[in-house]
Structures are given as C-alpha cells and as structure tokens.
C-alpha cells in the first residue's frame, strides 16, 4: 500500500514542486492568464470526459450524499467564521482603522477585505480535490467495484460544488468593484463553462468518438491536471503572513479530519460499512480543490489564505489518511 500511495503522490510533488521553483521567475500576469485557461478550458475538459464515461444507475444517493456534505462543510465553516470573528472584534480598538484614510474609505477597504477572506474561507472548508487526488486515492485504496461511487461523488463536487454553490460564493464576496445583486450571482453562475460542457458530455454518451480522439482526451485530462498542479505551486509564493496561516489552519482542520470524522460516523451510524464508508470518508476529506484557486484569480479573492490551505492540507492528508484506514477501511 504504501508503494501505491509513493506512486499516487509523485506527480503532486513533482509538478507543485517545479511551480515552488519557477514562482520567482514568473510575472502574476502570467498566473492570471493560467487561471483563467484552466477555468474556460482545462476543467471544462476535465468535466467533459469524466461525464461521458459516468454511470447513472446508482440513481441520486451518491449526488444527494455529495450535496449533503457540501452543505454540512458550509454550515460548518460559517459557525466557525463567525464564533472566531465575533471573539475578534472584542479585540478590536476604534483607532486601529488607519488614520491616513477617510474613516468611510478605510472602513470600505476593511469590509471588503473581510468579505474575500471570509469567501475565501468557506471555499476552502467546502471544495475537496475529488477531480485527481480523491479519484487517485480511491481507486488505489478500493476496489474496482466502489469506484462509480467515488467518480459519481467527485462529479456531483465540481458540478454543484465547485462550479455551482462555489461560483455564487466567490461572486457575492469577491472584490469587485460592482454592487453584487442576486442577478449577477444568477448570470455568474449560468454562464460557468463547467456546467455546460458536464451536460454536454452527459447528452453526447451515446456518440462514439474514434479510438484517437477518446485517447487524446484521456492523455488531456493530465496535462490539465499538470498545470493545476502547477498553478498551486506558482501560488505558493503568496503564503506570508501569520494571520491567513491561523486561518488556514483552522479550515484545514476542518477539511481534513473533522468532516471525515462526522461522515464516517455518520456512515457507519446509517449502516454503510466497509469499502463504501472508506470511499466516502477519502472523497469528503480530499486536500483543498486546486479549483479554489482558479476561482480565486477570475473573483479575486485572498489568494493568500487560500494558497496556505491547500499546502496544509496536503500535509494533513499525509497524517490523517493511516486514521481513515484504521477506523473506517
């Protein structure tokens, strides 16, 4: 087992690894247009091919079961956020605003930083990396047999989660210029490139694509896999600051051991045992979606706190990942 997870975890390294190393040499802008590629292309892609190749007769308990922890995370994260902020403000004095600016200006800036890093916490809390290192772990964890749950779960995460609860999200708390109102979250959301071409894929079963056509669409999906990989490491960069590290820390610990737990309770308590509760428990405690970070260029969101989560949890995952197996395999 632990030749497979070598093997599972060479290509996160590798790839996340040569971004730590070209990030001093690569403008922001070109990490912008990389976000913005992977957003209108890449995933979209990605989504494509994995729904052409799902099978939907499980019906919707795997997607209704995605659905519930999405809410659970959110829920979750929410109640943190707000407990931590409101023992914040206590702490808070009048005369930190700076005295450089208008008060109206300084308190704008304020609210407005607030609001990205709160998005950008509940974003991390609520999207795991099902895509790659949920798929990744399942299929080397489990068997064959268990795998359309896994793939059904980590469709259900990017189609309702990522490019769905996740976009209305980044929407209402990216720092925006624009006054946000329920049209512009709507039209935001109906315009996710994502959504369409999972219908797509979906619609388009029955069409049989030439053998080299099926094949280059495989080898596609990693070569988007590399460059989101990439983009994690290019971002790492932006981790400074002590304050979105403590942040971080508490959505990873969210993310990565707190969620597992209750679903694996959760599970067990409903009589889902064996290789289906496992299943669940690595889906719902995947590392921090790479996907956050694609989001976070296109809303500007904080990238700092949402780089620092996704690196803690990849540590995290490390050291939870034998409990998983122990409690739950």
């Known amino acids: 087992m632990i030749e497979n997870l070598f093997h ?16 001093r040499f690569i403008p922001d802008s070109f990490l912008k247009l990389l976000g913005y590629g992977l957003y209108w292309v890449g995933v979209p892609l990605q989504l494509f091919v994995l729904a052409r190749h799902t099978d939907l007769s499980h019906g919707g308990l795997i997607p209704a079961i995605a659905v519930a922890i999405l809410l659970l995370s959110l829920f979750l994260a ?3 956020w707000w407990g931590l902020q409101s023992v914040a403000s206590r702490k808070v004095q009048p005369e930190q605003v700076s005295l450089d600016l208008p008060v109206e200006t300084s308190l704008s800036s304020v609210n407005s930083l607030a609001r990205a890093s709160l998005g950008s916490f509940i974003l991390a809390t609520i999207l795991g990396n ?12 489990t068997g064959p047999a268990n795998m359309d749950w896994a793939v059904l779960f980590s469709v259900t995460n990017n189609v309702v989660g990522t490019y769905g609860i996740a976009v209305l ?10 006054k946000n109102h329920w049209w512009i979250q709507l039209r935001d959301l109906l315009t996710v490139p ?7 894929g979906l619609n388009t079963q029955f069409i049989k694509l030439p053998e080299v056509v099926e094949s280059g669409l495989e080898q596609a999906i990693w070569v988007v896999i590399a460059f989101a990989l990439l983009l994690v490491g290019l971002r790492m960069k932006a981790m400074k600051g002590w304050k979105s590290l403590k942040m971080a820390l ?20 409903l009589g889902v045992i064996g290789e289906a509760r496992l299943v669940l428990v690595l889906m719902s405690g995947t590392p921090t979606g790479l996907s956050v ?24 995952l490390l050291l939870a990942l034998p409990l998983w197996l122990a409690w739950f395999g």
């Open 8 to 23: 599972a975890y060479t290509p996160l390294f590798t790839w996340i690894g040569l971004g730590l190393l070209l990030s």
């Open 169 to 178: 999200i980044a929407s209402y708390f990216g720092n925006k210029q624009t």
């Open 130 to 141: 099902t895509g790659f290192v949920g798929l990744t772990l399942a299929q080397v964890l």
């Open 250 to 269: 508490v959505a990873s610990m969210l993310k990565v051991v707190i969620i597992p737990i209750l679903v694996g309770l959760s599970a067990t308590y």
């Open 293 to 316: 970070l694609i989001l976070a260029e296109v809303y500007d969101l904080d990238r700092n706190l949402l780089a620092s989560s996704i690196a803690l949890t990849f540590v995290g």
């Open 194 to 200: 994502s959504l369409w071409s999972f219908f797509i």
């Open 78 to 80: 929410l109640l943190i």
